[in-house]
C-alpha cells in the first residue's frame, strides 16, 4: 500500500496505530517526487492521549526534505514500538507539549535521527518533558539523538530525557532550560568524531546531566576506527 498523504490524528484518546509489514511490500510511503507529491510528515500527532504506534514500517527517499516519519506535540503518554522508520527528515521529531514519550525497539535511518524540539520558537510555549528512547538503533543517520532549542528567551523546559543513543547534541539552549537528562548505556560506532556534545548557553546552563556507561567509537571513511570524543560547554553533569 503507498499513501500520499500524511495521517494526521488530531485530539485522540486511546487509540493504537499498529500496520504491518506484508513481506517485501512498504507500508506508509509518501511519495515525494519533486514537484509532484506533497513532501510532509508521515504521521503527525496533536492533542491526544495514550496513544500507541507500532509495528510501523516509514520510508521516504533520503533527499525528500520535511517528510519526518512521526511528528508529536501537545500530546501525553505517546508510544512509539517495534518500528522502522528511514526518512528525508527526523525519524521522529518530539514538539512542544509532549510528555511521557517512549520509544522502544526503533530502528531509525536514514535521516537525521530522533529530535526533540525544535522547542523555544515561540515564548510561553510548552516544554518537553519525560522522553525516553531505548533499545534502538541508528542506521546512517546525521545525528542519533538530537536536542533542538532555539536560542531566543522563553519559559519552554527540556527535562528528564532518558535515551540510550548514539550521539547527543544540545544546541543553543539559551533561553531555555535544560535540566535532568539522563543518558545511560549507550553504545555505538559514530560517524563524527564528537559524538556527545552538549552546547549550552553561559545564561542558560544545563543542569544535573547524568552519563553512564558510554562507549562510542568513531569510525572514518576508511573505516578506522578510534575512540570518539566529547565537547561540553556550559553542561554540569554528575
Ligand atoms: C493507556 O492505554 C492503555 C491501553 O491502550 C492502558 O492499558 C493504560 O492503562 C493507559 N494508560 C493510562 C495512564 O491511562
Ligand atoms: C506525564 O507527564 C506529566 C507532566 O510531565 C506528569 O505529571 C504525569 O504524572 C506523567 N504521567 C502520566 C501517566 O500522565
Ligand atoms: C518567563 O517567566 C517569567 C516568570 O514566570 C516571566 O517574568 C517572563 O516574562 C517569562 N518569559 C517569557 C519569554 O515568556
Known amino acids: 500500500m503507498d499513501i500520499n ?3 494526521m490524528l488530531m485530539g485522540c484518546h486511546l487509540l493504537v496505530v499498529a ?10 510511503h509518501v511519495r515525494t517526487k519533486k514537484g509532484l507529491d506533497s513532501e510532509s510528515i508521515h504521521i503527525s500527532i496533536n492533542g491526544c492521549n495514550n496513544i500507541t504506534m507500532q509495528n510501523l514500517i516509514l520510508t521516504a527517499p533520503s533527499d ?4 519526518d516519519g512521526i511528528h508529536t506535540g501537545n500530546s501525553n503518554i ?3 514500538l517495534h518500528s522502522k522508520i528511514g526518512t528525508g527528515d527526523d525519524c521522529i521529531s518530539i514538539g512542544p507539549g509532549t510528555n511521557n514519550m517512549s520509544m522502544d525497539h526503533i530502528v531509525c535511518g536514514h535521516g537525521h535521527g530522533i529530535s526533540i524540539g ?3 520558537g515561540t515564548p510561553r510555549e510548552e516544554g518537553v518533558e519525560n522522553i525516553e528512547v531505548k533499545n534502538s538503533v541508528f542506521r546512517n543517520t546525521d545525528n ?4 533542538k532549542a532555539w536560542a531566543r528567551p522563553s519559559n519552554a523546559t527540556v527535562k528528564n530525557v532518558n535515551e540510550r543513543i548514539l550521539m547527543l547534541y544540545i544546541l543553543q539552549s539559551s533561553g531555555v532550560k535544560i535540566s535532568n537528562v539522563k543518558i545511560s548505556s549507550v553504545s555505538g560506532t ?3 568524531l564528537q559524538a556527545l556534545v552538549l ?3 553561559p545564561t542558560n546552563t544545563c543542569q544535573n546531566i547524568k552519563l553512564q556507561n558510554i562507549n562510542l567509537v568513531y569510525s572514518d571513511k576508511m573505516k578506522k576506527t578510534q575512540r570518539a570524543t566529547s565537547l561540553f560547554k556550559h553542561a554540569y553533569v554528575n
Do not use: A, F
Not at 500496520?19 to 506508509?28: A, C, D, F, S, T
Not at 525528500?64 to 517528510?67: F, G, I, L, Q, W
Not at 542519533?144 to 536536542?147: H, K, L, S
Open 5 to 7: 498523504h500524511s495521517i
Open 19 to 28: 500496520l504491518l509489514k506484508p513481506r517485501g511490500q512498504v507500508i506508509g
Open 78 to 80: 505517546v508510544n512509539v
Open 64 to 67: 525528500s526534505p520535511n517528510t
Open 190 to 192: 559514530s560517524r563524527n
Open 144 to 147: 542519533g539523538v538530537r536536542i
Open 118 to 120: 525544535s522547542i523555544g
Open 199 to 201: 552546547d549550552c548557553s
